[in-house]
């Protein structure tokens, strides 16, 4: 590391006490780079594992790396705190210009503690920080009012992030998102409601500073290099012109793309919901996070009338992806992309999760068709698939009903499934709701497994793309699952885009590293990620996960995926073999 870089800093935040404090961490950051490497090594220093996730006590951490700021696409910063949807390790990645503000304010991670008597957010200003009052914020119907307000008290325009949570935070549901800079989320596992656990509406974070290289000629030539690549490469342009909803018709043609609950896997009018469609009919601009030249961020441009002026509009802006279409669109029955984007304008406004919010809807929907659930429970509202308007309803009940039923749907399809029967068809992997990849036996597993099952972990879905064309045995599987999973420890402590992953290759990597003062060779990358990924399941299983506890939901094996039925014995052997490789671990 070099000596002057500020990435060592760490500022600590009280709301107990309204105070703060910034501590000097060279070694944490030498010894696990940064963002979630260092992250797992803070939550473990500052949250005791049996605590409540609403404790005062569970931290909530960002934290960035040597390279954001500095390198292109190194545009994301990790949050990490004890889950409310799942009682174990919380993690989650977002963009927007957090990671830029983080290193321009001079720190390399930010820790809030305790919670506020009163409504609050923080403002923090290179070493200065503020505690403002944001009584009259809390309560806002959604949460890009209280952004607005927000904007216009604060400086710091073009340089700040404002990180906040709307009415579901508030209201401690499970899977409450935290939003930032409009567009972009720390969607899941609920780090919206460890916010509104602590009174806290927003954290804004801002500052200017210059960053050092140890090398400026060499600095500007793999710069270079990094920017062409990132711009001029297929699979960059790819993420560029449709984004990830490219994948909605592809994996729809391969049975990939779950419907209706993965009642079925095959989409009636899907080319309706696809990314080319969404391009053609919908598509407003592109952005990007900061420092980053790819700008895969689309947003759909949707005209609303007013109620009452006639031939009156506003045009809102709403990001959409292949996860969203997936858990607001097939998974809901729904074809129309005009309603995937009302959904999609419900879930911001509320500050849902959307992939939980959307599997909820559906689990939901299936329990009703069955009886499990009857209208005593919904209020009147009978959920049918493709009902937009229903769904919208449901939302909204879900974060403002005081109706036990949807007080118990706000914690999620592991909860009501427990409670109310429905377990066979409740798609949740270690408590956390289904991504949207039916490919095979290495997606369901790595949701299963992964440190924060998250289709992000290991990627499982492009391991079951390859054994489309060349059969693997359930050991390569697991070997693949781990390596990946393992290696994106690496990607997430620097803390780089996953999109940008096969521009930044190892021997890329060491040279960026180089450049931030770090001497590393690529062993020392491969075990650095093993321990950082053994530190996340060791804080796991010290909140209580089982390894032994998990399984996967029996619909996976009913409907056929990517490459046809999966076969049970085969993903039982896989499941095997893994559990004893991460208890080797432990
Ligand atoms: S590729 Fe997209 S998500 Fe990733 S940093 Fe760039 S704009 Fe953000």
């Not at 696990?32 to 490497?37: E, Q, R, S």
């Not at 503020?130 to 890009?144: I, M, Y």
């Not at 927003?202 to 200017?208: N, Q, R, Y």
């Not at 919908?282 to 900061?290: E, I, K, S, T």
Request: hydrophobic share 40%.
């Amino acid at each position: 590391m070099i000596e002057k870089d500020p990435i060592k800093r760490v500022l600590y935040i009280d709301l107990t006490k309204k105070k703060f404090w910034i501590e000097e961490r060279p070694e944490l950051f030498s010894e696990f780079i940064g963002g979630t490497g260092v992250a797992i090594k803070l939550l473990e220093e500052n949250c005791p594992p049996e605590i409540h996730p609403f404790s005062p006590d569970n931290p909530i951490i960002f934290a960035i790396g040597p390279l954001n700021g500095v390198f292109p696409i190194a545009s994301k910063t990790v949050a990490m705190f004890k889950s409310p949807h799942t009682g174990n390790l919380g993690e989650s990645h977002a963009g927007g210009r957090s990671a830029l503000s983080i290193r321009m304010a001079g720190y390399g991670a930010v820790i809030i503690k305790g919670k506020s008597e009163r409504p609050c957010y923080i403002s923090i200003y290179s070493d200065k920080v503020f505690f403002r009052d944001a009584t009259t914020l809390w309560g806002l119907d959604e949460g890009l009012s209280a952004a607005r307000l927000i904007r216009e008290r604060e400086p710091g325009a073009g340089l700040r992030t404002i990180i906040r949570i709307g009415p579901a935070g508030e209201k401690l549901i499970s899977y409450a998102c935290a939003t930032l800079e409009t567009y972009r989320h720390f969607g899941r596992l609920g780090l919206g409601a460890v916010f509104g656990s602590k009174n806290l509406k927003a954290v804004l974070i801002a500052g200017k500073r210059n960053l050092p290289v140890t090398d400026f000629k060499e600095y500007k030539q793999i710069y270079i290099e990094l920017v062409k690549q990132l711009r001029e490469s297929e699979k960059m342009k790819k993420y560029h012109e449709l984004g990830t909803p490219a994948n909605i018709l592809p994996l729809s043609f391969s049975k990939g793309l779950p419907v209706k609950n993965l009642l079925t896997n095959e989409m009636q009018g899907v080319e309706n919901i696809s990314g080319e469609l969404f391009a053609a009919k919908h598509l407003g601009r592109r952005v990007a996070c900061a420092h980053c030249p790819v700008a895969c961020v689309h947003l759909a441009a949707l005209r609303k009338p007013y109620e009452d002026e006639p031939y009156f509009y506003r045009t809102i802006y709403l990001s959409y992806d292949y996860e969203l279409i997936y858990a607001l669109g097939s998974m809901l029955g729904i074809s129309d992309s005009v309603d995937i984007l009302k959904l999609i304008e419900i879930v911001e406004d509320m500050g849902v999760d959307a992939m939980s919010t959307g599997v909820a809807l559906a689990w939901m929907t299936e329990a009703f068709q069955k009886g499990i659930i009857t209208e005593k429970h919904t209020e009147e509202i009978s959920p049918q698939w493709g009902n937009a308007e229903g769904y919208i309803e449901i939302v909204k009940k879900i974060v403002y009903s005081e109706g036990e039923f949807y007080k118990d749907l706000g914690k999620g399809v592991d909860y009501v499934s427990e409670k109310y029967g429905g377990k066979d068809f409740a798609l949740i992997y270690g408590k956390n709701e289904m991504p949207g990849y039916h490919t095979g036996p290495a997606a369901h597993i790595g949701y299963l497994f992964g440190a924060r099952h998250s289709h992000l972990d290991s990627a499982g879905y492009s391991i079951d793309t390859k054994s489309m064309t060349k059969s693997i045995t359930a050991e390569q599987l697991v070997e693949n699952i781990l390596e990946e999973e393992q290696w994106r420890q690496i990607i997430s402590s620097l803390v780089i885009c996953f999109f940008g992953r096969e521009v930044y290759t190892q021997k890329m990597i060491l040279k960026c590293l180089k450049l931030s003062g770090y001497e590393l060779n690529d062993k020392d990358l491969l075990r650095i990620g093993r321990e950082i990924y053994a530190n996340k399941y060791k804080f796991k299983v010290n909140c209580g996960f089982n390894l032994e506890n998990v399984n996967l939901p029996k619909r996976v094996f009913e409907i056929p995926s990517s490459i046809g039925l999966i076969n049970k014995d085969f993903t039982d052997r896989a499941i095997a073999l893994l559990k004893e490789k991460i208890k080797s671990l432990l």
